[in-house]
């Protein structure tokens, strides 16, 4: 027999994050590697979905989703960030932020194309790209307010870069770009003609007074830029795959064409749950989900410090990055194993974030779980000493 599996095949490996919930199932630990938020999903989200089961909202719809949930989306980014967009010309609602990047680069790059992307990075982004044949470019953001100057971009840039990927918050360094260090991008992209691709999944949780600037709103960049997010987060729905792509209208065509042939559409009924979200909940949620994130960030970066783990405090999203080179252990994979069996917590070992060696001396830990799971988890992490 000569069936073998695509050439394409080996570039797609369970993810890290992946591989230490399982080793945390194993041991029936705490699992902070997983990027998931334990928080109650918001009534009006259950009560759209589930009126909308009932009432029949149960087939297919059209491949870029229902009016009511791509009107909300643009309602509410007109709210949140002043951006003006036709809901149903430049709203893509896609199974999570995830088939909108997969959708975006299907239907914008070529194989051979070369995309700048910073890292840290989030895994997602670079694997997708690695098994379409598009080459990632990394540009390191340097902590500790993971900067990065104009020259590591032209460095970066060749004949063949058609894009740059942003990630605001960043996971997992919880970078928030400033206005200026988005102008510099934005000069950039405009230089050398390039598409911004910036995931803002975690777009609503910013710290200490922080704002979150999309980066379509700087000058010039709206037509270049495609904005991607979703509801998983926001509204504690990882498992309801529902995200979007905001962008000009011949590529958001496109954008919805490739996702229909993946995916066909995101899930009917709970598209109607989203948004029945975004119509109903106001400020004063947001600004509540986004405190208590912070509130446990500092918690939990409180511990670390305490036991030797020096973290890298968030300016925004729901993970740390922290020091771990006290624990004992080659790589940063050994080392998050280590604190695994001894403490009984999971985090993800930093090189799943890095192309190089950098990431060997770091985790990742998620801190955005019920308080008494993290009281557990930070109780069993002091076990260390
Ligand atoms: N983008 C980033 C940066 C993420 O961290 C994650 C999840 O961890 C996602 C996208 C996934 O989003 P979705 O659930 O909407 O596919």
């Known amino acids: 027999m000569s069936l073998n599996v695509s050439k394409r095949r080996p570039l797609v490996a369970q993810s890290e994050i992946r591989n230490m919930t399982l080793e945390c199932a194993r041991v029936s630990g705490v699992n902070l590697a997983q990027g998931v938020c334990d928080l109650p999903v918001p009534e009006p989200v259950i009560r759209g979905a589930e009126e909308a089961m009932r009432a029949g909202t149960n087939i297919y719809t059209r491949f870029d989703g229902l009016p009511r949930l791509r009107a909300a989306i643009a309602a509410k980014q007109r709210r949140f960030t002043g951006m003006d967009l036709d809901p149903d010309g430049q709203v893509v609602a896609t199974c999570g932020a995830t088939g909108a990047f997969y959708a975006a680069c299907l239907a914008l ?113 709206a037509r270049r830029t495609i904005t991607i997010s979703g509801l998983s987060k926001v509204f504690a729905i990882t498992g309801w795959r529902l995200g979007y792509a905001l962008c000009d209208p011949e590529w958001a065509l496109a954008i919805g064409h490739f996702s229909d042939l993946v995916y066909v559409c995101a899930p009917a009924p709970l598209q109607i749950g989203a948004a029945t979200g975004l119509e109903e909940l106001g400020p004063d949620y947001y600004r509540g989900v ?96």
């Not at 000069?187 to 922080?210: Q, S």
């Open 109 to 221: 790059l070529d194989e051979g194309d070369e995309v700048l992307v910073f890292e840290p990075y989030y895994g997602y982004h670079i694997v997708t790209m690695v098994s379409l044949g598009i080459k990632p470019v990394y540009v390191t953001l340097e902590p500790p307010e993971w900067g990065f100057a104009a020259q590591d971009l032209e460095r970066a840039v060749t004949a063949k870069t058609r894009a740059i990927v942003l990630n605001t918050p960043s996971n997992p360094a919880g970078k928030v770009f400033d206005r200026e260090e988005l102008s510099v991008i934005a000069d950039f992209a405009e230089a050398h003609d390039l598409f911004v691709f910036t995931d803002e999944i975690y777009e609503h949780f910013v710290f200490d007074g922080r704002e979150h600037i999309a980066p379509a709103t700087l000058p010039g960049m």
């Open 290 to 385: 986004s405190d208590e994130h912070q509130m446990k960030r500092d918690r939990f970066c409180d511990t670390l410090r305490a036991i030797g783990l020096t973290p890298h405090v968030p300016a925004g999203a729901y993970y740390t990055l922290a020091d771990v080179t006290r624990l004992p252990g080659a790589t940063a994979k050994e080392r998050a194993l280590y604190l695994l069996e001894k403490t009984g917590v999971a985090c993800v070992p930093g090189s799943a974030f890095y192309s190089g060696p950098v990431g060997e001396t770091l985790a990742r830990f998620c801190f955005a779980k019920e308080m008494d799971v993290l009281e557990d988890a930070m109780q069993r992490l002091r076990r260390l000493g």
